[in-house]
């Protein structure tokens, strides 16, 4: 059955140049683009990298286009700038109701926490079907309970559980998948390593970790097997320039 992608989306723009001399009127570099670089970006990443593992999956998002560009040096990969636009306008979630939702094999809510999803959205998906990955920039709580696996990272974990005093933990531990960055993630109090690879870049690096695990947990059905080839899919990724496809 197809797999069902839920969230904010945007277009990732990367506008690669150099610089090589100040500007006489103000104490900035001069940017001279070369070439540009697009890609569908947060739950449209998610969308993507499973459709290119070869999973059908539909994406339900936002109709307006919200873009972030950034300007990067070409030789150092270094980012000059970035500049967001679109989110102010982002539309909320239409059409969502239980049978929708009965039509697909699993569904994977991909959060950025920019309007398109709330709290109650959420906690309606998470109540209506059996099978749910959720990767939220909202901070943990109840609205996430009924989900099957929770994907958070360090610093997310600490916002949610550190932070603030958050009765969630209790429910949410053994549903939580942690990334680490370059030191792989755990679940479970179980740690699952990645090998030391040249980082170019990690935007989008989360979307396609996500997209790795659900593929390969619905292929196997086994979480440790998912965690790994999670593991294997971001890695390959930050090896690349910009936000890539699997």
């Known amino acids: 059955m197809k797999i069902l992608v839920i969230g904010d989306s945007c277009t990732d723009e990367y506008?690669?140049?150099?610089?090589?001399r100040m500007c006489p009127d103000a104490p900035v570099p001069v940017f001279v683009p070369l070439h540009q670089k697009e890609n569908k970006g947060m739950a449209g990443?998610?969308?993507?990298?499973?459709?290119?593992?070869?999973?059908?999956?539909?994406?339900?998002t936002n109709n307006n286009a919200v873009v972030k560009t950034r300007y990067v040096d070409e030789k150092t990969n270094h980012m000059f700038l970035r500049v967001d636009s679109g989110e102010e306008k982002i539309s909320r979630i239409k059409g969502l109701t239980a049978d929708?939702?009965?039509?697909?094999?699993?569904?994977?809510?991909?959060d950025y926490n920019?309007?398109?999803?709330?709290?109650?959205?959420i906690q309606f998906i998470c109540e209506n079907h059996p099978l749910i990955f959720i990767d939220?920039?909202?901070?943990?709580?109840?609205?996430?309970?009924r989900g099957t696996f929770i994907k958070i990272n360090h610093e997310e974990h600490k916002r949610s559980f550190e932070d603030i005093k958050n009765d969630s933990?209790?429910?949410?531990?053994?549903?939580?998948?942690i990334t680490l960055g370059s030191k792989g993630c755990t679940h479970k109090g179980t740690s699952y390593l990645v090998d030391r690879v040249e980082i170019k870049d990690t935007s989008g690096a989360g979307d396609?970790?996500?997209?790795?695990?659900?593929?390969?947990y619905m292929a196997s059905g086994d979480i440790h097997k998912a965690m790994e080839f999670a593991n294997s899919c971001a890695t390959k990724v930050v090896q690349m320039k910009g936000v890539n496809v699997i």
Do not use: M
């Open 15 to 20: 506008i690669y140049g150099r610089c090589e």
């Open 45 to 60: 990443n998610v969308y993507q990298n499973l459709v290119s593992l070869g999973l059908p999956a539909v994406l339900k």
């Open 100 to 110: 929708f939702l009965h039509g697909f094999g699993a569904v994977v809510i991909s």
């Open 114 to 121: 920019k309007g398109f999803l709330s709290e109650d959205d």
């Open 136 to 145: 939220t920039k909202k901070i943990i709580g109840d609205f996430c309970q």
């Open 169 to 177: 933990e209790s429910w949410a531990k053994d549903k939580l998948i």
């Open 208 to 216: 396609t970790f996500l997209a790795g695990l659900v593929y390969e």
